[in-house]
């Protein structure tokens, strides 16, 4: 997983000298500026996602180590908890997505289905262990904790991607200002 993770980040900064050693007008493509309620937001989801995420991997650890039903339960639903958690950020997030960048509003719109997914997944991994209190091995319920742990994961990319991207371009603003680069100047 920090393999893939690496390779995105080192790809996207790659792309991100190139177009700065050609000196393409980067701020041009920029119509609106980064909100920091935004960023803050997604600070916090990014920072829930990695512990979902976690936790996430760990249920589906579990079915390996023929734990109790009582310890799925109590794992379901601490990722339950940051589930909800994450889905109070995307509320506050949907709320505030046009007071940021396009960036911003995209990743928005990217997390609001894999939350749901994530939850309509927990929910039906709950009800399945409720109904079948003995050890949970079936294959639907192997599958739910499977894609729950995949769909984390994917979530946390984004934002940790989305992040990185940020923190590269104010980066990249900083070494122009310095140089006296200029971009095409934004709205």
Do not use: C
């Not at 249920?59 to 990722?79: R, S």
């Not at 709950?126 to 091995?137: A, F, G, S």
């Not at 769909?151 to 990319?157: E, F, I, M, N, V």
């Amino acid at each position: 997983m920090r393999t893939v993770h690496t390779h995105n980040i080192l790809f996207a900064i790659g792309i991100l000298m190139v177009l700065v050693l050609l000196q393409l007008p980067l701020a041009g493509y920029v119509t609106r500026p980064e909100s920091q309620q935004l960023t803050q937001l997604l600070s916090d989801a990014s920072d829930e996602a990695l512990e979902l995420a976690d936790d996430a991997n760990e249920t589906k650890a579990l079915i390996l180590n023929d734990e109790k039903w009582v310890t799925h339960a109590l794992m379901l639903a601490k990722v339950k908890g940051h589930v909800d958690n994450l889905a109070l950020i995307i509320e506050k997030l949907n709320k505030a997505q046009k007071s940021g960048s396009e960036l911003q509003e995209q990743a928005v719109k990217q997390m609001l289905p894999l939350v749901k997914e994530l939850s309509a997944n927990t929910t039906a991994a709950i009800n399945y262990l409720n109904q079948n209190k003995t050890r949970p091995t079936s294959e639907t319920y192997t599958q739910y904790l499977q894609k729950n742990a995949d769909t984390a994961r994917q979530l946390s990319s984004i934002i940790s991607s989305l992040l990185e991207y940020q923190k590269s371009m104010a980066e990249i603003e900083k070494l122009r200002d310095k140089l006296g680069v200029s971009g095409a100047p934004t709205p």
